[in-house]
């Protein structure tokens, strides 16, 4: 049996960039997560596969087929 891998010192980095929280500036622009500018391209592409598999499995749970961005979405035009 193989011991398990070790995470790399950019998982962290990967799993915050994934999620679907952003900041927004003052006029409510969305913003890169700050962590987008400590990952390498090899990182940012990591990250973009772990974000899509996640909001792909967000949408598979949720009752309406909504990722978690979606509903950020929806719930910004709504307020409109």
Do not use: N, Q
């Amino acid at each position: 049996m193989m011991p398990p891998e070790k995470p790399s010192h950019t998982e962290p980095l990967v799993e915050a960039v994934a999620g679907a929280w952003r900041a927004r500036d003052p006029r409510g622009e969305i913003r890169f997560h700050p962590e987008w500018y400590d990952l390498d391209d090899r990182g940012r592409i990591e990250a973009y596969e772990v974000a899509r598999a996640s909001r792909f499995v967000e949408a598979a749970l949720d009752p309406l087929g909504l990722s978690s961005t979606a509903k950020a979405v929806l719930a910004r035009i709504r307020a409109r």
